[in-house]
């Protein structure tokens, strides 16, 4: 009777009184977000009626590829069992390239900002969040079964190759010096992270984790976590660094805080492979922040902010972690 929305105009009060099993009179749509750069477009729809809430956020997109469309069957397979606090979901389909999501409005909750860094109250929840999300989904028989979550991909030698090329015409001549020189070995940097990872246990990621992704009901006391597009199967380490050198101020104090709740919840850590695995994901990571931008086109000035910020983060954490052992990363 309805198919999936092909834009807003598509947000009539039957379509929402259709998925939201009750009775539309009226919906007042606006598109929100639009300032986080989205891949996604994203409405805000006022209700009235009977049976339906207040408000509810639309979510649609469209991809090429089949994997993008990973967080529909996320939040129907996956979602109600999680660990953490997400959105509830109202309804969510694929249909041919294009997906839609109905969630639940959060609109009091506040708006976390990647351009910023927790506190260390703030850093010790999220801490415990992310242990809480992976202790649940540890080795977990799901993740191998569910056909359509993915495994961390592994960048291919064409991408590696093409995209340092890129970044250093683009981006080389304001890279520092040793930047520059660990490109240069970007195949075996990347070789090193694969084999730093390889032995690592599994569990559910995020795989996208900043504070672009993160609201907070009432205070840092309530995370909520947005955004499960990239939700994927992999190391915990994948997660981990996003948190101990993106999201807290210190990574030392976040990193006890994981394991403690880790061992808390029942999964026994062995800290030295974690440790290899935080420098596997970490390595992972540098090339993230550098090939992976190699492409990129800021469309705002908060995107430019962005991407200075994440280099920053990433360079001091991968300068970091060679002081504290200097044979991970010989230059």
């Known amino acids: 009777m309805f198919g999936i929305p092909a834009n807003p105009g598509d ?18 749509v606006e598109q929100v977000g ?31 590829r089949p994997v993008e469309l990973r967080e529909v069957p996320f939040y129907s397979e996956f979602a109600p069992r999680l660990g953490v606090r997400i959105p509830r979901c109202h309804d969510g389909a694929v249909e041919g390239e294009h997906a839609v999501l109905v969630l639940e409005d959060l609109e009091s909750a ?8 927790l506190d260390g109250t703030g850093a010790a929840v999220m801490a415990r969040t992310l242990a809480a ?32 090329e890129q970044y250093l015409q683009r981006f080389g001549d304001h890279a520092p010096a040793w930047v520059r020189q660990l490109l240069d070995r970007v195949e075996s940097l990347s070789a090193r992270a694969v084999e730093l990872l390889s032995e690592a246990p599994q569990t559910l990621l995020h795989a996208d984790l900043h504070l672009d992704n993160i609201l907070f009901e009432g205070d840092v006391e309530h995370p909520v976590i947005l955004d499960w597009a990239r939700v994927a199967r992999g190391p915990a380490a994948i997660d981990l660094v996003e948190l101990l050198f993106s999201l807290a101020p210190e990574w030392e104090p976040a990193l006890a805080i994981y394991v403690a709740e880790m061992r808390r919840r029942g999964i026994e850590i062995d800290e030295a492979l ?43 954490a991968v300068e970091d972690w060679r002081r504290r052992d200097p044979d991970w990363l010989p230059l």
């Open 274 to 316: 974690l440790h290899r695995t935080i420098s596997g994901a970490l390595l992972r990571r540098f090339i993230s922040a550098t090939c992976g931008i190699s492409r990129w086109e800021p469309r705002s000035e908060r995107e430019r902010a962005i991407v200075a910020i994440d280099q920053a983060r990433v360079f001091g």
């Open 110 to 117: 506040t708006q976390g900002d990647c351009l910023n860094q």
């Open 34 to 64: 639009q300032a986080y750069g989205l891949s996604s477009a994203i409405y805000r729809c006022r209700l009235t009626g009977r049976g339906v809430p207040s408000s509810v956020i639309v979510k649609l997109w469209a991809s090429e």
């Open 133 to 164: 999300l992976h202790a649940t989904w540890w080795e977990r028989p799901e993740l191998s079964t569910a056909i359509w979550l993915p495994p961390m991909s592994v960048r291919t030698q064409e991408w590696l190759l093409t995209r340092r």
């Open 11 to 28: 947000l009539t009060p039957s379509w929402l009184g259709f998925v939201l099993a009750g009775e539309v009179a009226e919906a007042h």
